[in-house]
């Protein structure tokens, strides 16, 4: 499908019609008037554009008094993961907490579990995004966990990361001669602005090394059990292929409950272990 010619904002409302189609199973102009506060004859133009470019994805139900997805439907502005859902739903849950209840739809059957959110001051980040994009020293003050104190580092940022529970920042630290991580909350005080390094995004090794981890069902768990987790996480022949940055493979791994040399988790409670790792190419992005 060619989408030059569809403007951005109404590809993202396109994309707002076949989610919430898709796994609520009950569309209405409701939906796109709430969430991006515009009118109702407006979103019915939209979902009436949605309907011109995919005849066969929706049809309205007289008793449900919206659309629902069709035997047909194939998503064209969405992927149809289920993590697309969640990800609306956090969204919609935000902007709840922030005030913007118009522009949120409450529903009663969903509930998300949000944790905490670190404290991150907009002036660093600013400073540090000035920093990675030129590959500029910052001199800043970090709070170690390890030690409870604060000290001057010097380093040289390229790029932001979020593990799914706290921000990173990725880059290279003179103190310790090496890229790593530096959580953002610990950073005390503004970041200032040095000169240029040569210590760039491009020469971090780990970052730029993709890897393949190979994850299989705890062999502790009997057949039965196994085949529950399998099931659980749509494995292929009783394996699950994870690509990923070598530099972030253990986010990936904590994520999942897997024990890394970072955080130890119980072997018995592990549903899944790592059963192989091997370099590989980066993946190709879907065009």
Not at 66 to 71: F, L, T
Not at 105 to 124: F, N
Not at 138 to 147: E, P
Not at 208 to 221: A, E, G, I, M, S
Request: glycine share 4%.
């Amino acid at each position: 499908m060619d989408r030059s010619n569809i403007k951005w904002d109404q590809q993202l409302r396109f994309r707002h019609i076949e989610i919430v189609a898709l796994w609520e199973g009950r569309l209405t102009t409701r939906h796109l008037c709430q969430t991006f506060g515009i009118g109702r004859q407006q979103a019915s133009r939209d979902i009436n554009h949605y309907l011109s470019l995919a005849p066969t994805a929706l049809k309205y139900d007289t008793r449900l008094k919206g659309y629902k997805p069709s035997p047909y439907f194939k998503p064209r502005f969405s992927q149809g993961d289920f993590s697309e859902y969640l990800q609306l739903l956090m969204q919609q849950k935000q902007l709840e907490e922030s005030g913007f209840e118009l522009l949120t739809i409450r529903s009663a059957d969903t509930e998300l579990v949000v944790p905490p959110q670190r404290q991150v001051d907009p002036a660093v980040v600013r400073q540090l995004l000035i920093a990675a994009r030129n590959a500029t020293r910052v001199k800043l003050m970090y709070a170690s966990i390890a030690t409870g104190a604060i000290s001057e580092r010097v380093f040289v940022p390229h790029t932001l990361v979020h593990d799914g529970y706290r921000w990173h920042l990725r880059g290279y630290c003179e103190q310790h001669e090496r890229y790593l991580d530096l959580v953002l909350s610990r950073i005390r005080g503004l970041p200032k602005l040095l000169y240029p390094s040569d210590h760039s995004q491009q020469q971090d090794s780990q970052w730029n090394q993709w890897v393949k981890v190979t994850l299989v069902p705890n062999p502790q768990f009997s057949d039965a059990q196994r085949e529950v987790i399998a099931i659980d996480y749509g494995m292929d022949g009783d394996q699950l292929t994870l690509t990923c940055r070598q530099a972030l493979m253990d986010y990936h791994l904590r994520r999942l409950q897997i024990a890394t040399p970072i955080q130890a988790f119980d072997p018995a409670s592990q549903l899944l272990v790592v059963s192989d790792t091997v370099r590989c190419s980066q993946p190709q992005v879907p065009q």
